[in-house]
């Protein structure tokens, strides 16, 4: 069945680091890939989102590729704020999943003064 | 207005109770679901609406019991509740249901069974 696979945290980096956070996917036929972000206390927003390969996601200086080749989607964000502190979870929907969001486990980003 | 609504915020019941939770979008979508997140976790997908039909069930316990009495309305009615349901309710609309279609999330509802 289809999958993603996420790097799990917590992620703990000092404001304005470079932020990598690695998301693999398993899916059949050509699956749309999103990454949510959910603040603490909060339900999920939509941050960027791809649907074809070589599409690139982009919003808030936070940016993901749709990488066929490597079955990958990983999150960049090249200097991180203390307002980034979240959960960040990649998930994909696929004729597989009859179009429902598949989530990995979510990865807890705190990123320090 | 691209917001989803979740009412009330905050919910304390009993495990006679019997509560509603509510959930309201007026962006056109015909999609709509219901999601269960326990803490540190991903959500887990409950039940999903089509065109205001039920079209997933994700084999949910009986003391759920959703209802869509319109396309911008969704509710969950719960009776019976154990404490081990205690969780944050999400409820999301997409504008159908299809993958390349991203979906909405509300606020969600805070749900403590003691």
């Known amino acids: 069945g289809d999958s993603v696979t996420q790097m799990e945290g917590p992620v703990t980096l000092s404001e304005e680091a470079c932020l990598t956070i690695?998301?693999?996917?398993?899916?059949?036929?050509?699956?749309?890939l999103f990454w949510y972000v959910q603040y603490p206390g909060e339900g999920l927003q939509l941050l960027l989102k791809a649907t074809k390969a070589d599409d690139k996601g982009s919003n808030k200086g936070f940016e993901a590729t749709y990488r066929k080749e490597t079955t990958s989607f990983h999150l960049e964000k090249g200097s991180v704020q203390v307002s980034d502190s979240a959960v960040y979870f990649c998930a994909l929907t696929s004729g597989g999943s009859q179009g429902n969001l598949i989530f990995g486990k979510g990865t807890k980003l705190s990123v320090k003064p | 207005d691209t917001e989803v609504t979740q009412t009330p915020k905050h919910l304390v019941m009993g495990m006679t109770n019997k509560k509603s939770l509510k959930c309201e979008q007026h962006m056109g979508h015909r999609a709509m679901y219901w999601y269960k997140q326990k803490a540190k976790k991903p959500p887990e997908l409950m039940f999903v609406?089509?065109?205001?039909?039920?079209?997933i069930n994700e084999s949910v316990p009986s003391r759920f019991s959703p209802e869509c009495p319109n396309s911008s309305l969704l509710n969950l009615h719960l009776h019976a509740l154990q404490p081990e349901d205690s969780a944050l309710y999400l409820c999301?609309?997409?504008?159908?249901?299809?993958?390349?279609?991203?979906?909405?999330f509300g606020p969600g509802t805070r749900l403590t069974v003691l």
């Open positions: 609406y089509s065109y205001e039909k039920l079209s």
């Open positions: 999301a609309s997409s504008q159908v249901q299809a993958g390349y279609n991203e979906q909405f």
């Open positions: 690695n998301c693999t996917y398993t899916a059949t036929g050509y699956p749309s």
